[in-house]
């Protein structure tokens, strides 16, 4: 009995070392994250996620493309384990229709086709990088994707949305070292992946943005549509800075290539396609 109590101490004793531990490392990690000199975490940097969710936010398998005669593998879609919370997005019953439809014809229906503006979360999660500036009262975001940006306002919640925008209008308040934003008035033609997963005009996101480390954010949000879900769901997914001394953001002017897509049936013929050759 004698021994048994004794390995039972010893058991909670190692526990509550390595509770310490961890929460030691936690905020050590937030400790190193840069800082300004209000002492608030600053994120100015190049940042990206590393995750799949941009071909489906849900978990899914791998799968052939929509053209494999003409592209074989390179049209393929990878399997992906998901970002979103709970594994599926909690559609109502209207809802999840329109996302079967989009689904069925996604490749000529995703917004980005027509190089639209992501909108948010999406633009947070594409395969892209994507710049923030920060200073105490606004905080810069400038996608590389469609060349997509957005301002935070931080503590001015009476600055409000006058109209619908494709990124929205943020909003934005420190939680100790967690930036929390609210990001309301988004049209409602953007998609979260390339699968058709929608949300409607009454969508708003809520984003935190916590460090992890010097190089990394944890980034959660929670998407709140009345109109299309049934309850709130989250996200979450981190980001790495980029840390390459001549990393920088590259023109990624996509509208010039949508032209064909969009108008290429009214196209005189014999006109070249693209910029003359120099």
Known sequence: MKTLLQKLISATCL?????????????????????????????????????????????????????????????????????????????????????????????ENDPMAKCYMPGVPRANYMPFPFQIVQSTGVILIAYEVAEANRI????????????????????????????????????????????GNHHSYEMVVEERWSPAGPNHINYEATITDANTFTAPWTISFPLYRHIGDSMQLLEFKCAEFAEEYLYGEWRKEGTPRGNPPQ
Request: proline share 7%; aromatic share 10%.
């Open 15 to 107: 526990f509550s070392v390595l509770g310490l531990f961890v929460s030691t490392q936690v905020l050590a990690q937030a400790s190193a994250f840069p800082r300004t000199p209000s002492g608030k975490p600053d994120f100015s940097g190049i940042w990206q996620a590393m995750t799949s969710a941009h071909y489906n936010v849900e978990p899914h398998a791998a799968s052939e493309g929509p053209y494999p005669r003409l592209f074989g593998a390179l049209s393929a879609t990878p399997g992906g384990l998901g970002i979103v919370e709970g594994g599926r997005i909690p559609y109502n019953e209207q809802g999840r229709r329109q996302a079967d439809a989009n689904r069925a014809s996604a490749i």
């Open 152 to 195: 935070l306002y931080v503590d001015q919640p009476d600055l409000e949305s006058q109209v619908d925008a494709w990124m929205g209008h943020s909003n934005a308040h420190w939680e100790g070292d967690t930036l929390v934003v609210r990001v309301s008035g988004q049209m409602p033609d953007t998609w979260f992946d390339r699968v």
